[in-house]
T-cell receptor
């Protein structure tokens, strides 16, 4: 079955880079996503990558995809206190109607 | 990107009652979904809302408990029926685009507490 794994916590200092990792099991995944959830809020789509790509950069965000190892990462450069949130990795696998399978989320804490 | 609104944003309900959550999308999306996020947990898909026909439910979710409507492309409702404290969760509406890329956006969620 489909499964998405993430580490639960990450703590970094302001100004450092954060790297949030995710592994998934379905090799037929077509799109992989990163969402951000701030306390008491809904999910904000940060970025996504198509499975035939290995990297995508969007301002401070860099997504790396290792399809062979089914490993996805999100790097946040120059992490700010406003980046403190829970980050969810999600996959959309081939043949689905479009619904996503989510990891449990990584809580990023940014210390000043 | 699609902007998705939900109402109510939160509610406190009594056991045995029902609550209907509304979801409105500002642009046409191909797909609409309803997810549940239990306290401190990840998101679990409840069902896919199909326009003009019965929703497609995931394992563990049934129409009698979570009736869903989608009368047009941009509007859907989810009812949580005969509520119990175990139904206390955040319920999120989601819409997915079509085309060369597939983006899926989420509403702000409805925080439900059942006493």
């Amino acid at each position: 079955g489909e499964d998405v794994e993430q580490s639960l916590f990450l703590s970094v200092r302001e100004g450092d880079s954060s790297v949030i990792n995710c592994t998934y099991t379905d090799s037929s995944s077509t799109y992989l996503y990163w969402y951000k959830q701030e306390p008491g809020a809904g999910l904000q789509l940060l970025t996504y990558i198509f499975s035939n790509m290995d990297m995508k950069q969007d301002q401070r965000l860099t997504v790396l995809l290792n399809k062979k190892d089914k490993h996805l990462s999100l790097r946040i450069a120059d992490t700010q206190t406003g980046d403190s949130a829970i980050y969810f990795c999600a996959e959309r696998f081939r043949g689905s109607q479009g619904n996503l399978i989510f990891g449990k989320g990584t809580k990023l804490s940014v210390k000043p | 990107s699609a902007v998705i609104s939900q109402k109510p944003s939160r509610d406190i309900c009594q056991r045995g009652t029902s609550l209907t959550i509304q979801c409105q999308v500002d642009s046409q999306v191909t797909m609409m979904f309803w997810y549940r996020q239990q306290p401190g947990q990840s998101l679990t898909l409840i069902a896919t809302a199909n326009q003009g026909s019965e929703a497609t439910y995931e394992s563990g979710f049934v129409i009698d408990k979570f009736p869903i409507s989608r009368p047009n492309l941009t509007f859907s409702t989810l009812t949580v029926s005969n509520m119990s404290p175990e139904d206390s969760s955040i319920y999120l509406c989601s819409g997915g685009t079509s085309g060369a890329s597939y983006e899926q956006f989420f509403g702000p969620g409805t925080r439900l507490t059942v006493l």
